[in-house]
């Protein structure tokens, strides 16, 4: 069949590098796609939210499944364009419809809905300027640390953990008063804060039925010893050792499975990719956030990691096979270190010449994919903050983080800086 794959990140990528291998994808298009999924299908220059040139795409190039990587479009309700025109109603849309995509799209319509279906997540409440007064009351007694979430998307800047009260008011006022996250910041969740360790689980559901197609911890930090300003992720491992079955089985029983129900219950439409951002609070699973999408970098290993063949798992989300799939795991462990540009997550330059893609690419145990990349002329140069992403195997955790880094360090451009200890709370 032929795929229409959406964005341009390494998440797209790996998206692109998985889905070509299976004898079920005869074309894959991505728009507007990167150097990287350039090696792999056609790229073609859509923007993500112009659903009207992305509907006369894949009508003219008849297309059966759309593939969408980031939220964006999902929250601004490409599943329902897609459903709703004659012209495309048939086609399987991997993604959630708009309504179904508030569990990203907005902080307290994910809250309540966990709250309905006895999800265990941290206690909350929610403020906008009709309640100021009472927000800042509900901040000077609360404990420390306070969380302050944006309900709205915000690139994933939109939360703040204060560790006074004056730093929590200050924020409080930003984000509401002076709208610090635009219209994202009208209305703030304002939570407590969970000690623990974060893990991110996937699954694929048709809104019935699920499979979990991987897991992974993600290094969000800028810095080594998880230091320094929040990024989009600096690396991950996968499996995490700490996720052994009995821990897994609270995350179903209690995360996954009421999660599912709910979507039937509230008839929320989904035919995607579920998120699940979990903190393990001493062996008790909390959601700290739901996202209607796979995870970048979390994407670059659990797909590695993934031995099924994805066009065919994407296909039975459609044709109500997806209880009946075998889902299989290559053996070993997989881990992916990003190299990002200086200055990342502040600001950095572009247009910088990258070398050893090939030469990387190579080793055979490795794989490069491409995130923040551009053409100038043959040259593959900088386009991005987080430029691109070296993943590799290896029987233990370590063995795979040392792997990436030895094909990382064929690659060279101007700048570029590597977390080194990705993986290292595992030492094993
Ligand atoms: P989010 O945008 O919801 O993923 O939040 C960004 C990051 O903030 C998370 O990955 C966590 O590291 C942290 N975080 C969010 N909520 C909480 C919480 N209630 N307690 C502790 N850390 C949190
Ligand atoms: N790496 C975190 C995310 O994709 O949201």
Known sequence: MNILLIGSGGREHALAWKMTQSHHCDALFIAPGNPGTATLGTNVAIDINDFEALRQ???DQSIEMVVVGPEEPLVNGIFDFFAQQESTAHINVIGPSKNAAQLEGSKAFSKHFMQRHGIPTASYAEFT??????GKKYISTHPLPIVLKADGLAAGKGVIIALSHEEALTSFEEMIQHQQFGAASAKVVIEQFLEGIEVSV???TDGKNYQIIGHAKDYKRIGEGDTGLNTGGMGCVSPVPFMDE???DKVIQRVIEPTIHGFEKENLEYKGFVFFGLMNCGGEPYVIEYNC????PETEVILPRLQTD???????VDNGTLEDVNIEFNEGAFATVMAVSAGYPGSYPKDIKINGIETAAKDTKSIVF???TGFQGDHIVTKGGRVLTVTAQGKQLQEAVKNAQKALSNIQFDGMYFRKDIGYEFPA
């Not at 300027?129 to 009472?134: A, G, P, R, S, V």
């Open 57 to 59: 795409f894949a009508v």
């Open 129 to 134: 300027m009709d309640n100021y007064e009472e």
């Open 202 to 204: 996937f699954a694929l």
């Open 246 to 248: 009995t821990f897994m």
């Open 293 to 296: 999408r796979l995870g970048d």
């Open 310 to 316: 994805l066009v065919s798992l994407l296909a039975a």
């Open 370 to 372: 491409q995130a923040g």
